[in-house]
């Protein structure tokens, strides 16, 4: 096997472990504060999708263009999911809230077939889409190029709020102790919806930069679902950076098992290194 | 209770009765199995539109030049209706089991039909194997269906060993016209159908002396497919023979294109590629891609009847018919002539009608069905299309061909 394919898997895997990690910030945000696991945060990614995909065949509004709108969408989606399903279950037992997300996504899901019907439906001729570029005869597309970068920037992002703000740190203080957080005046209800939107808000952006080369029907979250899960449990729950990093690993070592081992088994490539990683750092890479 | 009252009751019972009573004398209640939702649902509800053409051909009055188009239901059952009665497989093999014994045990239907994919095929299959009801098979390939001895099962479409011996014609063919076709690449997912696909791939190219520079089984709903191409890169095929639903099919042609991947022909095995939604979506890069079919838009300039059918199947589904949806279409007038003749809707009087089907019809290559001992059509025939300005186009065997073959597969910068 020659120099340049093995580069390509590297920056292939690279490239496609960002997309991951782009769409497990906004999952490791939400159970850092608030331990909870949000199942539906593959159908969140579904419905940016799907919005973005609308508003470029109907109106012919770039994926780019509207990202922004994207964001707010996505955030106040999660917010209303806080305040009319989340917080009703937060004194119940754990497994309450899992249950409530997990009902949530097949509500979407089905909504989303029943409206918009099961077809695979892509975008062409978008401004990122379609377009590849070759350096150093390695190729790639220019909308996962894309996709990384804002991988990498929303990851700062989110990391500058939680550790260089005022919210961040009333964030942080919701996570560490609630009731202490209550009693120096955070107002805990604001913070929660404010977290939810929040990582709303991060796989809205991962849905305008998705729809650029992937493929969106109403099932296209749960195909990312079981990855966002496992990039989260490996970088440490709740830890925002580890996920950036656990994403990165994921997708080279899923791209190079793939191509040295055999594509069949690149799955269980990855879950084998989870499980052995696991079994040493039960916490995850980043977690303490 | 008050005489008036009563006397209502006793009339309500009595229409409720006389209902009951009127549906069970006029309608036969089908079970079908497909994937409604899921990661291949597009396909599994076009499906699903087809059956409801062919339903509205048998139960409505059409005058159409077609088995069970002029008259209203079952003639040999009183013009009895058939109702069917739907499962979702969800594409998952044993959620398909499931809704077999569903099907059967709580909904009484009198046969199965279904189920799409090969794998949620063989596991119904065998409920109904164990209840001794017919099974009926539109349209999955996997040649091992019809190798498991079943006494109750029946397949209307062409096995991917026969596809596989139609590709390597082709390719035989190509090669006698000295086109590069010498080194073949085998790219199947890795199920119940991609794995026999495969098998019979291979099995077809070592015995031509084909070279197999690659066989890639890889995971069904990938989320990337990078590493496949990339092995594929590395082995440099002419050929590459693909086994691929609708999700995954998209992924690697944009990946193909990604990667700048150059080969001659793309030849599919029944799959992603008939779903109309690959060249609307895809465009100028779905383009020259090639695969099996046993329907085209192109036979409707041969047999006008078709244009009919596809016209009322378009109402639902907003596309055009193909192969697949064909097959399905076909199956409701298949189990049509079967109640017809069986004059019954006994099981054994069924599965006996089944095995003596010989039922012409226009629909399908080969202008009939008629099941061999193992429960195979023996009549159908696969051509191939090629995908050209959208279309899909039958372009081999010569004989048959509406549009000449473009060879090879036009670079991606070429476009």
Redesign the interface.
Known sequence: ??LT?LA??LI??LF?GMIFALIAVGLTLIWGVMDILNFAHGEFLMLAMFISFWMFSLWSIDPLLSLPFNVVVLFAIGVGTYYLIIKRVLNAPGLTALLATFGLSILIK?SA?FVW??????I?GAWLSDH?V?LFSL???VAEVFAAIGSGLITYLVYYLIFKTKTGRAIRASALDRQTALLMGIHIDRIYAFTFGLGGACVGVAGSLMIN???V???VG???GI?AFVTVALGGFGNITGAFWAGILIGIV??????FI???F??TVVFILYLIILSFRPKGLFGW | MKKSSRGLIVFWAAILLGTVWAEAAETIRIGAIYPLTGAIASSGQRSKHAIETGLDLVNEKHDLDLPFARTEGIPNLKGAKIQLVWGDSQASPEVGKTEAERLITIEKVVMLLGAYNSGVSKSASFVAERYKMPFLCPESSSAELTERGLKYFFRIAPTDAEDSVAFFNFLDEMKAKKRQVERVAIVCENTEFGVHAAKEARKQAESRGYKVVADISYPFKSTDVKSEVLKLKAAKPDVIIQGSVLGDMMLFARTYKEQKLAFNANLSYCGGYHDPSFALNLKKDAEYYMGQCTFSTDFIAKKPVLGKINEMYKKRSGVDLDGVTMEALTAVLVLADALNRAKSTDSEALVNAFRTTDFATPTLPGDGVKFNEKGQNAKIISYLTQIQNQEYRVVWPESMASKPLVWPFVPWEKR
């Open positions: 096997m020659d394919i390509q898997i292939s895997g496609m089905n077939q019907t099961p077809d695979f439906r892509q062409q590849t070759e190729n790639f597309s080369f992937y493929y029907f109403p099932g749960s195909l990312f990855l899923e791209t190079a098992g793939g191509v055999a594509p069949a690149k799955y």
